[in-house]
């Protein structure tokens, strides 16, 4: 069973295949904002689409927090700019540019 959980303790959060951790996900977090700075799947485990789904359960959980979402990760932009839709209202207007998250002019 796939789950994906905060671990405060570590700052970060996991992605498990039963009781085995497969990924994670690091963070720095202030009062209102959660700063994510690098995503990583364990080599036994890649493949799987499980980063796609570790990402996703973090923002989603940073959505419920009501925490604004700092991208620093390249692999969290990228999620956020493939489901723009869903995520990109996290990330704070006025900080959109400076991670790249501003939509193409056309």
Excluded: W
């Amino acid at each position: 069973m796939i789950t994906v959980r905060d671990n405060p303790a570590e700052h970060r959060y996991e992605i498990h295949d039963g009781d085995q951790l497969a990924g994670f996900s690091t963070y720095k977090l202030t009062t209102d904002t959660i700063a994510f700075t690098h995503t990583e799947t364990l080599p036994a485990f890649s493949g799987r689409g499980l980063a796609r789904q570790l990402v996703v359960g973090a923002l989603d959980d940073a959505r419920r927090r009501g925490l604004a979402v700092r991208p620093y990760c390249p692999y969290v932009r990228e999620i956020i700019l493939r489901l723009a839709d869903t995520y990109l209202d996290l990330v704070r207007e006025d900080e959109r540019e400076q991670f790249g998250l501003v939509p193409d002019v056309v």
